[in-house]
């Protein structure tokens, strides 16, 4: 056990875990962000997936002792409103269903749009298929990434 | 091969041209319920949406497994010293020290309260393993790591004994159960060995395999198990059937039904994994009784392959006889199947299929199951209906082909009106329709019928159907409304929403029914509290809920009277209750006189009340034995393939669907697109291999299990056609969370025919069944 320092959401946090605890569980049940899931803890469905200065990366990778002095942002961080452009769209397209995949799908995307403002459905593709949706969500949420990308611009203007 | 003539849209037997569109659309209004978006949708994304291993229990502990790795055998000793003396644990479980759980619950069919069993044992209660991967110790420590630690520590020694692995393993063992449920499984009509005789007749023999397949929602099984002293416990469990998870822990530790509580007001997915009561959940509850604290148990991926049912692997030979102009003269369906040896879980892929698809004089319908030492299998999306229809819509195809005739066309020659065992008319039966509004939207006329015939520049293109199918369930459930005097009301029942939309649905029935405006409605679920709610399977929910919900209006409505027609002040005063009715949103009146009535707030407000409660009582639904209610669509796919690395791509599905009346759009298809992805999966990538040394699965973990991911997912273009089926309900639904599977892999297998000119038989289609 250790005590590590991190912030999250902008706030600065201090815990006390195990040095190979992934950052995931400390998330969810160190600091009770459960919007943050675990679904497979090898890093291929995407479901823990935050952002680490606008880039998405999987929580279940990080274990505490790399996580120590970083800041993380994670879906209840992007509001707790649902007015993040990612969240709108997101809601707009009616892309949820049992809504357990959709945290780390929206943060997956915000990572895309970060690196390309006007995705290509190949960008998209080859950047949201590595989560896994097993409600099969796909279609919506191509759509839900392009009005994202546009409200973004909207809001840039 | 001989030039087949190009397809053009069949003018098949009973063919009737579809409505014109402005009627089409005036009936199709009454069918389809408004697109509301969903109602949890902003919990959904600000992960505000509490899942059941979320809830924050103070001083709760962690429950951690120990599996077996010999797929049969005894325990001859454990060894737990080292594991109890390690950092932080509280409590090692064996069959050694777990003390015995109570009893069972007597089982019964359908839709009742009993609660899902299938694996049929209690666990830690004796030395007998069954298969690889149970569940021979439980470790129970105050941190997670620990109890995982602690659990690498157990030793366990065993005497092996010779396992059933294979059908052939087990092939004396072999069943034909008589029936499945209430469902006969073992049909025949007709003389189909004559048929299949009949040198005049064209023949098609072909054998088709499905593998095991694992659910896999991305919310793994978990459970988190809280005593009040010894008498009371509550669980916070993801499951399908809070009020079957209650009355199983009730039996299994002897308590009153009251003082056991399951909560889940969400769940990431289940697809049927999350129905039954696995064995984690009494483990957690048997955990948390003897360590004396709360313990959260999380069911690992890698034991969501072993612990929570897949869909067992299935080899199905289909025998069809066809006249040269398409009329099926005899159907032979004869399925093989396993279940384990701790549990009677069939797949039933003949009699769901073969047993009501098509009109045929002569139908056989065989079903052997073999118990081999593999965990217990369980119902996954469409059970039967899935593989069944792979099958038997492959078989069709290699029929069509064989005849020359158009896919559609044979279909369409081979309509059932009626239903082809039972004999009564289908009910809002409009498959027809389903299969020429798909061909439409499709372009189906435009279709090459000659393999390797279509091209997108090095592509092959192949345009494949097939049927779906599933049957209208119905069980009981009841529900309790408040309606208070500011017009807003809330209504509750013991359902789930697994990510099918159940919250909206329910809120736009209740709405509907009770005569609120959506807004005004809040619909509650999940919680055993509530009035009894039936397992969340078999497409049930949204009927049965409703009907419910229905019955408890009327209830409403009927309390409501009774106060008016007491009070001097209301234009109902002295009226009959029996001649009142809602007349309109918010108000009841007379039913032939619409000019006395009196809406529900002003009533409330002189009878002095804030609210009024009332509940509806659980029924057993009422069956109509004159009719026969199944829903009904049509796939129309296309794939692309590279000939020299044959991956194949499906680049466009449509999916018309014929399900009675559809609640909530939105809802609707996507449960529709859902079935359809998870399909795609069936048939090009999902796949869970077993060692045949040791039974246990190789695949488990989603690296190696192939879930469609975006990149495998076209555009889907779902749309409905029928009329609500209010012969079988007041609501007119028959459900939809499982026909857009159904079908769909064969369509895929069709398509991909047709691109390559290559069938292949076993699921799933990989490159290397191509090259």
Same mark, same amino acid.
């Given at each position: 056990?250790?005590?590590?320092? +991190?912030?999250?959401?902008? &706030?600065? &946090?201090?815990? $006390?875990?195990?040095?190979?605890?992934? +950052?995931?569980?400390? +998330?969810?049940?160190?600091?009770?962000?459960?919007?943050?899931?675990?679904?497979?803890?090898?890093?291929?469905?995407?479901?823990?997936?935050?952002? %680490? $200065?606008?880039?998405?990366?999987?929580?279940?990778?990080?274990? /505490?002792?790399?996580?120590?002095?970083?800041?993380?942002?994670?879906?209840?961080?992007?509001?707790?409103?649902?007015?993040?452009?990612?969240?709108?769209?997101?809601? %707009?397209?009616?892309?949820?269903?049992?809504?357990?995949?959709?945290?780390?799908?929206? +943060?997956?995307?915000?990572?895309?749009?970060?690196?390309?403002? $006007?995705?290509?459905?190949? %960008?998209? $593709?080859?950047?949201?298929?590595?989560?896994?949706?097993?409600?099969?969500?796909?279609?919506?949420?191509?759509?839900?990434?392009?009005? /994202?990308?546009?409200?973004?611009? %909207?809001?840039? &203007? | 091969?001989?030039?087949?003539?190009?397809?053009?849209?069949?003018?098949?037997?009973?063919?009737?041209?579809?409505?014109?569109?402005? !009627?089409?659309?005036?009936?199709?209004?009454?069918?389809?319920?408004?697109?509301?978006?969903?109602?949890?949708?902003?919990?959904?994304?600000?992960?505000?949406?509490?899942?059941?291993?979320?809830?924050?229990?103070?001083?709760?502990?962690?429950?951690?497994?120990?599996?077996?790795?010999?797929?049969?055998?005894?325990?001859?000793?454990?060894?737990?010293?080292?594991?109890?003396?390690?950092?932080?644990?509280?409590?090692?479980?064996?069959?050694?020290?777990? *003390?015995?759980?109570?009893?069972?619950?007597?089982?019964?069919?359908?839709?009742?309260?009993?609660?899902?069993?299938?694996?049929?044992?209690?666990?830690?209660?004796?030395?007998?393993?069954?298969?690889?991967?149970?569940?021979?110790?439980?470790?129970?420590?105050?941190?997670?790591?620990?109890?995982?630690?602690?659990?690498?520590?157990?030793?366990?020694?065993?005497?092996?004994?010779?396992?059933?692995?294979?059908?052939?393993?087990?092939?004396?063992?072999?069943?034909?159960?008589?029936?499945?449920?209430?469902?006969?499984?073992? =049909?025949?009509?007709?003389?189909?060995?004559?048929?299949?005789?009949?040198?005049?007749?064209?023949?098609?023999?072909?054998?088709?395999?499905? *593998?095991?397949?694992?659910?896999?929602? =991305?919310?793994?099984?978990?459970?988190?198990?809280?005593?009040?002293?010894?008498?009371?416990?509550?669980?916070?469990?993801?499951?399908?059937?809070?009020?079957?998870?209650?009355?199983?822990?009730?039996?299994?530790?002897?308590?009153?039904?009251?003082?056991?509580?399951?909560?889940?007001?969400?769940?990431?997915?289940?697809?049927?994994?999350?129905?039954?009561?696995?064995?984690?959940?009494?483990?957690?509850?048997?955990?948390?009784?003897?360590?004396?604290?709360?313990?959260?148990?999380?069911?690992?991926?890698?034991?969501?392959?072993?612990?929570?049912?897949?869909?067992?692997?299935?080899?199905?030979?289909?025998?069809?006889?066809?006249?040269?102009?398409?009329?099926?003269?005899?159907?032979?369906?004869?399925?093989?199947?396993?279940?384990?040896?701790?549990?009677?879980?069939? !797949?039933?892929?003949?009699?769901?299929?073969?047993?009501?698809?098509?009109?045929?004089?002569?139908?056989?319908?065989?079903?052997?199951?073999?118990?081999?030492?593999?965990?217990?299998?369980?119902?996954?999306?469409?059970?039967?209906?899935?593989?069944?229809?792979?099958?038997?819509?492959?078989?069709?195809?290699?029929?069509?082909?064989?005849?020359?005739?158009?896919?559609?066309?044979?279909?369409?020659?081979?309509?059932?009106?009626?239903?082809?065992?039972?004999?009564?008319?289908?009910?809002?039966?409009?498959?027809?329709?389903?299969?020429?509004?798909?061909?439409?939207?499709?372009?189906?006329?435009?279709?090459?019928?000659?393999?390797?015939?279509?091209r997108d520049g090095d592509l092959l293109v192949g345009?494949?159907?097939?049927?779906?199918?599933?049957?209208?369930?119905?069980?009981?459930?009841?529900?309790?409304?408040?309606?208070?005097?500011?017009?807003?009301?809330?209504?509750?029942?013991?359902?789930?929403?697994?990510?099918?939309?159940?919250?909206?649905?329910?809120?736009?029935?209740?709405?509907?029914?009770?005569?609120?405006?959506?807004?005004?409605?809040?619909? !509650?679920?999940?919680?055993?509290?509530?009035?009894?709610?039936?397992?969340?399977?078999?497409?049930?929910?949204?009927?049965?809920?409703?009907?419910?919900?229905?019955?408890?209006?009327?209830?409403?409505?009927?309390?409501?009277?009774?106060?008016?027609?007491?009070?001097?002040?209301?234009?109902?005063?002295?009226?009959?209750?029996?001649?009142?009715?809602?007349?309109?949103?918010?108000?009841?009146?007379?039913?032939?006189?619409?000019?006395?009535?009196?809406?529900?707030?002003?009533?409330?407000?002189?009878?002095?009340?804030?609210?009024?409660?009332?509940?509806?009582?659980?029924?057993?639904?009422?069956?109509?034995?004159?009719?026969?209610?199944?829903?009904?669509?049509?796939?129309?796919?296309?794939v692309k393939i590279d000939p020299l690395l044959p991956r194949v791509q499906?680049t466009?599905?449509?999916?018309?669907?014929?399900?009675?009346?559809?609640?909530?759009?939105?809802?609707?298809?996507?449960?529709?697109?859902?079935?359809?992805?998870?399909?795609?999966?069936?048939?090009?990538?999902?796949?869970?291999?077993?060692?045949?040394?040791?039974?246990?699965?190789?695949?488990?973990?989603?690296?190696?299990?192939?879930?469609?991911?975006?990149?495998?997912? *076209?555009?889907?273009?779902?749309?409905?056609?029928?009329? *609500?089926?209010?012969?079988?309900?007041?609501?007119?639904?028959?459900?939809?969370?499982?026909?857009?599977?159904?079908?769909?892999?064969?369509?895929?297998?069709?398509?991909?025919?047709?691109a390559t000119?290559?069938?292949?038989?076993?699921?799933?289609?990989?490159q290397?069944?191509l090259i």
């Amino acid at each position: 056990m250790s005590e590590i320092g +991190l912030t999250v959401n902008a &706030r600065k &946090r201090v815990v $006390n875990v195990d040095d190979d605890m992934p +950052l995931v569980w400390i +998330l969810r049940d160190t600091l009770a962000l459960t919007g943050t899931k675990f679904g497979c803890g090898v890093g291929v469905c995407g479901s823990c997936t935050v952002l %680490e $200065n606008g880039k998405a990366v999987r929580s279940c990778q990080i274990p /505490a002792s790399e996580a120590k002095e970083r800041a993380f942002v994670t879906i209840e961080g992007l509001s707790l409103d649902a007015s993040h452009p990612c969240q709108r769209a997101w809601l %707009e397209e009616d892309v949820a269903q049992c809504g357990f995949c959709q945290p780390g799908m929206i +943060l997956t995307a915000c990572g895309l749009l970060r690196d390309h403002p $006007n995705p290509t459905d190949e %960008e998209i $593709n080859t950047v949201m298929s590595d989560s896994v949706c097993r409600c099969g969500t796909y279609p919506r949420m191509r759509k839900a990434i392009r009005r /994202a990308a546009a409200l973004l611009r %909207e809001q840039k &203007r | 091969m001989a030039k087949i003539p190009s397809g053009k849209l069949p003018d098949g037997a009973g063919w009737q041209p579809a409505l014109p569109k402005a !009627e089409r659309d005036t009936v199709m209004s009454a069918t389809i319920g408004p697109a509301r978006s969903r109602v949890d949708g902003r919990l959904k994304v600000t992960g505000a949406a509490k899942y059941s291993v979320e809830f924050e229990v103070p001083e709760c502990a962690y429950g951690w497994t120990v599996e077996s790795n010999i797929a049969k055998g005894k325990i001859t000793a454990i060894d737990a010293k080292a594991a109890q003396g390690a950092p932080g644990v509280l409590a090692v479980l064996t069959h050694l020290n777990t *003390p015995k759980f109570k009893s069972a619950p007597k089982k019964e069919g359908g839709g009742g309260g009993s609660g899902i069993r299938n694996e049929e044992r209690f666990p830690l209660n004796d030395d007998e393993v069954h298969y690889a991967g149970q569940y021979v110790a439980l470790v129970v420590a105050k941190t997670i790591e620990q109890a995982r630690h602690a659990a690498s520590l157990v030793l366990v020694s065993y005497a092996p004994e010779e396992p059933l692995l294979t059908m052939e393993a087990a092939e004396h063992k072999a069943e034909k159960p008589k029936k499945n449920n209430d469902e006969h499984v073992q =049909i025949k009509k007709g003389d189909v060995e004559a048929a299949l005789k009949d040198a005049s007749l064209v023949k098609i023999e072909q054998t088709y395999i499905t *593998p095991t397949e694992t659910h896999n929602p =991305i919310e793994m099984s978990g459970t988190i198990a809280v005593w009040e002293g010894d008498q009371k416990l509550t669980l916070y469990d993801a499951t399908q059937f809070v009020k079957g998870v209650q009355n199983i822990l009730a039996h299994a530790f002897g308590l009153e039904l009251e003082n056991v509580r399951i909560i889940c007001p969400f769940v990431g997915g289940a697809f049927g994994c999350k129905g039954a009561v696995w064995m984690h959940v009494l483990l957690a509850a048997m955990g948390a009784k003897v360590a004396g604290v709360p313990v959260k148990m999380h069911v690992t991926r890698r034991n969501m392959f072993v612990g929570a049912g897949h869909r067992t692997p299935t080899r199905q030979t289909l025998s069809l006889a066809a006249t040269r102009d398409g009329k099926l003269q005899a159907i032979q369906h004869v399925s093989e199947t396993l279940t384990s040896t701790v549990g009677q879980f069939t !797949e039933s892929c003949g009699a769901r299929s073969t047993g009501v698809m098509y009109e045929s004089p002569a139908i056989r319908v065989e079903e052997t199951v073999f118990p081999v030492n593999v965990s217990t299998p369980t119902f996954m999306r469409a059970p039967g209906e899935c593989p069944g229809t792979y099958a038997l819509e492959c078989a069709l195809d290699e029929l069509a082909i064989a005849l020359k005739i158009d896919p559609v066309a044979l279909r369409l020659a081979n309509h059932a009106d009626n239903h082809p065992i039972k004999n009564v008319p289908f009910s809002a039966k409009h498959l027809k329709e389903a299969y020429q509004l798909g061909a439409e939207k499709f372009g189906w006329a435009k279709r090459n019928p000659e393999p390797r015939s279509m091209r997108d520049g090095d592509l092959l293109v192949g345009w494949g159907m097939a049927t779906a199918t599933y049957p209208a369930h119905k069980m009981s459930a009841a529900a309790k409304v408040q309606l208070r005097a500011n017009n807003t009301a809330t209504v509750q029942c013991a359902t789930h929403d697994l990510g099918t939309g159940a919250y909206t649905a329910f809120t736009q029935i209740s709405s509907e029914q009770l005569g609120l405006p959506f807004e005004n409605i809040t619909f !509650e679920l999940g919680k055993s509290d509530f009035p009894f709610g039936p397992v969340a399977g078999g497409s049930n929910s949204t009927g049965t809920v409703g009907t419910a919900i229905h019955e408890v209006a009327g209830l409403l409505h009927k309390a409501l009277a009774e106060l008016a027609v007491k009070d001097s002040k209301s234009p109902l005063f002295n009226l009959k209750t029996d001649d009142i009715a809602m007349v309109a949103p918010g108000r009841i009146g007379l039913k032939n006189d619409t000019t006395k009535s009196d809406a529900y707030a002003d009533i409330l407000k002189r009878a002095g009340k804030d609210s009024l409660e009332v509940q509806s009582e659980q029924k057993p639904p009422e069956e109509n034995k004159k009719l026969a209610f199944q829903s009904w669509g049509a796939h129309f796919c296309e794939v692309k393939i590279d000939p020299l690395l044959p991956r194949v791509q499906v680049t466009r599905v449509v999916s018309v669907m014929n399900c009675g009346r559809i609640v909530s759009a939105k809802t609707a298809r996507s449960q529709i697109m859902g079935g359809v992805v998870m399909g795609i999966g069936m048939a090009l990538t999902e796949e869970t291999s077993y060692d045949p040394g040791t039974g246990l699965p190789v695949t488990r973990n989603l690296a190696d299990y192939h879930v469609p991911t975006n990149a495998d997912v *076209p555009e889907i273009d779902v749309a409905f056609v029928g009329e *609500p089926d209010f012969a079988f309900n007041p609501i007119g639904a028959r459900g939809m969370g499982e026909i857009g599977i159904t079908g769909i892999a064969a369509a895929i297998a069709n398509a991909v025919y047709h691109a390559t000119g290559k069938r292949i038989r076993d699921l799933p289609i990989t490159q290397d069944k191509l090259i």
